[in-house]
């Protein structure tokens, strides 16, 4: 008897102390950036703004070179995956303009893929290393928040208006971004779409409502193999208005699916741009994780 009870004791202590190595990350993942960052430094909170700021529990910075196409830079993004996000421990996810096309293309071709466990100690080029042999199928994230995500592309890709040497440029344009992977595949993890709409620069380029970088087609995750115009509520002159949630557009095409309006701007209040400050539309989605992300 004093064995089985010597036993009990022993695997519930076991359990207690499994619970309680049990570790929350929220990664923020930047969009197009020329470059400024240090990539595999998850401490470079540059783009985003002040590292003081609330933004989440745990957060860590995923930089890459935001000057290259998707495919190549990827696997910058699936290191910090595989560190922060696997074995005992669970991520929160945000991102900003085409971070949205990198999670999308991580969690589309490799959400379901075996990967290692990792330690959540990275070296100095952002990788961990392994946990034993222990192996998993995709990673713990329990959702994605998206500041103007950027995975249906921007028109200001397709008209040149952005430096075309840049090679993430050709990712960009629409046809280009919608194309690259499965959206809909997103390994049954949820994306919250943040929408800004104060664009005023590039509105004769971008259709419908836009934040002077991307439209309201993009950022509110429609689906399709091109863009469209949407609006908000009453606007005139688009070809319908963007719906909250998981509703359907009024025109009655569809979002990707586990995509949800969370924030349309009505108001016309937010703009593209963090600019080293947390502005713009990512103020919201840095308000939502400090709340949500514990």
């Given amino acids: 008897m004093k064995m089985l009870i010597g036993a009990a004791v022993t695997a519930a202590t076991l359990l207690v102390g499994t619970e309680a190595a049990a570790t929350n990350y929220t990664l923020w993942i930047h969009g197009k950036n020329g470059n400024k960052t240090q990539a595999g430094n998850y401490a470079d909170f540059s783009y985003w703004g002040p590292s003081t700021t609330a933004a989440g529990v745990n957060k860590k910075a995923v930089n890459w070179n935001g ?16 560190c922060f996000c696997t074995g005992t421990n669970s991520c929160y996810i945000a991102v900003h303009s085409a971070g949205d096309l990198q ?12 990967r290692q466990v990792k330690n959540a100690s990275p070296n100095a080029n952002g990788e961990c290393g392994n946990v034993g042999t222990s192996t998993q199928t995709g990673w713990n994230i329990k959702w994605v928040a998206v500041a103007s995500g950027a995975g249906g592309g921007s028109e200001l890709a ?31 993890v ?4 943040f929408a800004g709409s104060k664009g005023t620069l590039y509105s004769g380029i971008l259709p419908g409502q836009d934040d002077e ?11 399709g193999s091109s863009g469209g115009s949407y609006c908000n509520p009453g606007d005139w002159f688009c070809g319908g208005t ?53």
Avoid at 103 to 114: D, E, F, M, R, V
Avoid at 255 to 267: E, I
């Fill in 158 to 188: 397709d008209h040149g208006d952005w430096a075309v040497s840049e090679p993430l440029v050709s990712d960009l344009v629409t046809t280009t971004a919608r194309s690259m992977y499965n959206h809909n595949a997103t390994a049954n």
């Fill in 190 to 193: 949820e994306f919250l779409m």
């Fill in 103 to 114: 999670i999308g293309y991580a969690l589309s071709l490799y959400g379901t893929s075996t």
């Fill in 67 to 82: 000057t290259q196409r998707v495919g190549s830079e990827n696997y910058r993004i699936r290191n910090a995956l595989d």
């Fill in 213 to 223: 970088a991307v439209s309201y087609h993009s950022t509110g995750g429609v689906s």
């Fill in 242 to 294: 963007l719906n909250l949630l998981k509703n359907a557009c009024s025109d009655g095409r569809a979002k990707w699916s586990f995509h949800s309006v969370y924030l349309r701007d009505d108001g016309e209040s937010y703009n593209h741009y963090a600019n080293g400050n947390w502005g713009g539309i990512v103020s919201k989605v840095r308000e939502y994780m400090a709340q949500y992300a514990y």
